[in-house]
């Protein structure tokens, strides 16, 4: 990371320091959670989670290169130099927000109930035609991953793709006062975390708060055909850009044509141009996905060429609309995530098929006080779609195989308690050559049944 003092550090997070004075003005070489991630010379940051306490682990740092921890307990007389603080969680983010401050670097944030992961894989695809680009790795957006990604930041990187992720209110207030994004990218404003966000309304009010840390010489970009994006007018006075598929959009798309699994062709809009750009993976939301690609790369000045050959670069990631050819199946490893909206996308996906199509689906999280109602709902929706075999694993998803039932009497419909069960009857249920769609809530640990295809 960029030069960082111990006596920076402990001056930026309000903590108490320990060691000689030769120690305060040596830099660390980065900042880790992980003990079994110590590099030489890097930050430990002691955190107390659920089953682990991070304290306990800070000897064994320092052996590993430790060159200093933050703890919030007084670790007595100790050879190594360490930093005290109330909370080293708290200390994280003030370490991040302090750390970006000092970077001269474009940071684009990306939030919104559904396709975060997928969009950002395509703005960071599009801007490395011309950038030397970070990204959000992983599931690292919220605030512990989002100071983590910050703090990956070198010299060398021109622009940081961030996703930010929440569940409840002020959450993505403290994720933008550490990103302090230049360019804030909205995908849509579904029903995630209704449990704490209470209505569309509210989800809307918690995604848009990046914007009160945002660069007030940045850019706004927002999905124009989502009903709630399309009226929305930030406090700040920017004017919004938006993309989607009407042509009342900035950017938008025309002579769409799905190449089934094989991806979409398009011709992208532009305020200045037009051109076209094939999509390898399928799914209108993908489109959408090029659009917000398209809209981030001309507010840093790329060319149609670098975007077109930024869309066209983009491969899939496991877990999200992966592609999984196995010799007896053709697997659409969608598992890492789901919501009502994400999931009714990817049925319409599965629908793209030539062959016999088995939707393998589970049980969807933090949906509120109309859970039922929601699986009841998808199950309508894959009934209608003309999925072949709708295959219904978990507690809650029993209610999306009655909605099925109750839709189509005709269609093949099984429900099954848990994986287990499931994989009991799978040779059973599956015939050679299906195409298989798997999707459910990341706690539903549906990669075990791709890779148990896989095998097969």
Same mark, same amino acid.
């Given at each position: 990371?960029?030069?960082?003092?111990?006596?920076?550090?402990?001056?930026?997070? !309000?903590?108490?320091?320990?060691?000689?004075?030769?120690?305060?003005?040596?830099?660390?070489?980065?900042?880790?959670?992980?003990?079994? !991630?110590?590099?030489?010379?890097?930050?430990?940051?002691?955190?107390?989670?659920?089953?682990?306490?991070?304290?306990?682990?800070?000897?064994?740092?320092?052996?590993?290169?430790?060159?200093?921890?933050?703890?919030?307990?007084?670790?007595?007389?100790?050879?190594?130099?360490?930093?005290?603080?109330?909370?080293?969680?708290?200390?994280?983010?003030?370490?991040?927000?302090?750390?970006?401050?000092?970077?001269?670097?474009?940071?684009?944030?990306?939030?919104?109930?559904?396709?975060?992961?997928?969009?950002?894989?395509?703005?960071?695809?599009?801007?490395?035609?011309?950038?030397?680009?970070?990204?959000?790795?992983?599931?690292?957006?919220?605030?512990?991953?989002?100071?983590?990604?910050?703090?990956?930041i070198r010299e060398e990187h021109e622009v940081a793709v961030l996703e930010m992720g929440i569940s409840?209110?002020?959450?993505?207030?403290?994720?933008?006062?550490?990103?302090?994004?230049?360019?804030?990218?909205?995908?849509?404003?579904?029903?995630?975390?209704?449990?704490?966000?209470?209505?569309?309304?509210?989800?809307?009010?918690?995604?848009?708060?990046?914007?009160?840390?945002?660069?007030?010489?940045?850019?706004?970009?927002?999905?124009?055909?989502?009903?709630?994006?399309?009226?929305?007018?930030?406090?700040?006075?920017?004017?919004?850009?938006?993309?989607?598929?009407?042509?009342?959009?900035?950017?938008?798309?025309?002579?769409?044509?799905?190449?089934?699994?094989?991806?979409?062709?398009?011709?992208?809009?532009?305020?200045?141009?037009?051109?076209?750009?094939?999509?390898?993976?399928?799914?209108?939301?993908?489109?959408?996905?090029?659009?917000?690609?398209?809209?981030?790369?001309?507010?840093?000045?790329?060319?149609?060429?670098?975007?077109?050959?930024?869309?066209?670069?983009?491969?899939?990631?496991?877990?999200?609309?992966?592609?999984?050819?196995?010799?007896?199946?053709?697997?659409?490893?969608?598992?890492?995530?789901?919501?009502?909206?994400?999931?009714?996308?990817?049925?319409?996906?599965?629908?793209?098929?030539?062959?016999?199509?088995?939707?393998?689906?589970?049980?969807?999280?933090?949906?509120?006080?109309?859970?039922?109602?929601?699986?009841?709902?998808?199950g309508v929706h894959a009934a209608k779609s003309g999925v072949d075999v709708l295959i219904c694993i978990?507690?809650?998803?029993?209610?999306?195989?009655?909605?099925?039932?109750?839709?189509?009497?005709?269609?093949?419909?099984?429900?099954?308690?848990?994986?287990?069960?499931?994989?009991?009857?799978?040779?059973?249920?599956?015939?050679?050559?299906?195409?298989?769609?798997?999707?459910?809530?990341?706690?539903?640990?549906?990669?075990?049944?791709?890779?148990?295809?896989?095998?097969?």
């Amino acid at each position: 990371m960029k030069h960082m003092t111990l006596r920076e550090i402990a001056q930026a997070c !309000k903590g108490a320091y320990f060691g000689s004075e030769e120690a305060m003005g040596k830099e660390v070489s980065g900042v880790v959670i992980d003990s079994r !991630k110590v590099e030489k010379d890097s930050l430990f940051v002691a955190i107390r989670g659920a089953r682990v306490d991070g304290h306990t682990f800070i000897p064994k740092t320092i052996e590993d290169g430790a060159l200093c921890a933050l703890s919030e307990e007084d670790l007595g007389d100790v050879s190594y130099p360490y930093i005290r603080v109330e909370s080293c969680t708290q200390a994280l983010k003030d370490l991040a927000e302090h750390y970006r401050k000092s970077l001269d670097i474009k940071v684009v944030g990306i939030s919104g109930s559904v396709g975060k992961t997928s969009t950002k894989e395509m703005i960071a695809s599009v801007l490395e035609q011309k950038f030397n680009v970070l990204k959000t790795e992983g599931n690292f957006n919220n605030e512990i991953g989002v100071p983590l990604t910050i703090f990956r930041i070198r010299e060398e990187h021109e622009v940081a793709v961030l996703e930010m992720g929440i569940s409840g209110f002020g959450e993505m207030t403290r994720l933008a006062k550490m990103a302090r994004p230049d360019i804030c990218v909205f995908t849509n404003i579904g029903c995630a975390h209704l449990e704490q966000l209470g209505s569309r309304d509210g989800i809307l009010k918690a995604k848009t708060e990046m914007i009160a840390y945002m660069n007030p010489d940045g850019s706004i970009l927002l999905n124009g055909d989502d009903d709630k994006l399309a009226s929305y007018l930030p406090e700040n006075g920017i004017k919004p850009v938006r993309f989607g598929l009407h042509t009342e959009n900035d950017f938008h798309a025309e002579q769409i044509e799905n190449q089934g699994l094989r991806g979409t062709d398009a011709r992208f809009v532009t305020p200045e141009s037009a051109f076209s750009a094939h999509i390898s993976i399928p799914g209108n939301h993908m489109v959408y996905n090029a659009l917000a690609g398209i809209a981030v790369g001309y507010a840093l000045g790329m060319t149609d060429e670098q975007i077109k050959a930024g869309i066209e670069a983009l491969v899939p990631l496991a877990g999200r609309n992966n592609l999984i050819e196995t010799g007896k199946f053709t697997v659409i490893d969608d598992c890492y995530n789901a919501n009502p909206v994400s999931m009714k996308s990817s049925i319409d996906v599965l629908e793209k098929a030539d062959t016999r199509t088995v939707a393998v689906l589970g049980d969807m999280f933090e949906l509120g006080d109309n859970e039922k109602a929601m699986h009841f709902d998808v199950g309508v929706h894959a009934a209608k779609s003309g999925v072949d075999v709708l295959i219904c694993i978990g507690a809650l998803s029993e209610e999306m195989a009655k909605g099925a039932r109750e839709t189509n009497a005709e269609m093949e419909i099984h429900h099954y308690a848990d994986k287990d069960t499931f994989f009991e009857e799978m040779d059973r249920v599956l015939e050679d050559g299906d195409t298989i769609l798997v999707k459910a809530s990341h706690g539903m640990a549906f990669a075990q049944i791709v890779e148990r295809l896989q095998k097969n």
